[in-house]
């Protein structure tokens, strides 16, 4: 179990479909962060949340939208994907409170499949 | 560009011994460095992190940082068959994104 909780587990989804992902922490951590990972590789970081406000967008094709509705929440919205978009989606928080050595912890996860 | 470079492995290791995984980091900046680690299917777990350099002991692990050679190894002793797992090492200048290798794949063998 992770203080950081996704959902759902896994999400099937076709092309055409609206769907969205979900992420809540209660730990009052104040950055909220959004990967991308594929089998075999290290996570890729898509969008970070700093204090509800989005620092940074790493060119994400528009299809992925996130959305902090305040410091726990954290979702996902996904319009129009395509099959290479099937991964695991990580959302982790960090507390950034300026202190050096502050980790992420990470949610368990989205496995997502498109078809 | 900022990057952290590990060995992919395998590294294969018997029961019982020291394992012994490294990471090695572009940016001087760097302040704080991370390991995770991941089994398959499943996200990645923090093991232990370290700022300072010198040795980190917690349990079986042991993060060792050094920042003139721009170094971070993860000592794991007595491992085990459950230690087998990729392990992820990550940097962070502060108030900047975590940076992560490319994750060293461990394989402890009975």
């Known amino acids: 179990d992770t203080e950081v909780t996704q959902t759902p587990k896994h999400l099937v989804m076709g092309m055409t479909n609206k769907k969205s992902l979900k992420c809540e922490q209660h730990m009052g951590h104040r950055a909220m962060y959004w990967y991308k990972q594929k089998a075999k590789k290290p996570p890729e970081l898509m969008f970070v949340y700093s204090y509800e406000k989005l620092s940074i967008n790493e060119s994400v094709p528009s299809r992925f939208s996130p959305e902090c509705p305040n410091s726990s929440l954290l979702n996902l919205h996904l319009h129009a994907l395509q099959p290479e978009d099937s991964a695991l989606y990580l959302c982790a928080s960090s507390q950034d409170g300026g202190q050096v050595g502050q980790p992420q912890h990470f949610g368990d996860g989205t496995r997502l499949s498109i078809l | 560009q900022k990057e952290v470079e590990q060995n992919s492995g395998p590294l294969s290791v018997p029961e019982g011994a020291i394992a012994s995984l490294n990471c090695t980091y572009s940016d001087r900046g760097s302040q704080s460095f991370f390991w995770y680690r991941q089994y398959s299917g499943k996200s990645p777990e923090l093991i232990m992190f370290?700022?300072?350099?010198g040795d980190k002991e917690d349990g079986r692990f042991t993060a060792q940082l050094n920042k003139a050679s721009q170094y971070v190894s993860l000592l794991i002793r007595d491992s085990q068959p459950s230690d087998s797992a990729t392990y992820l090492c990550a940097g962070r200048v502060y108030g900047q994104n975590f940076v992560f290798g490319p994750g060293t794949r461990l394989s402890v063998l009975p």
């Open positions: 370290i700022y300072s350099n």
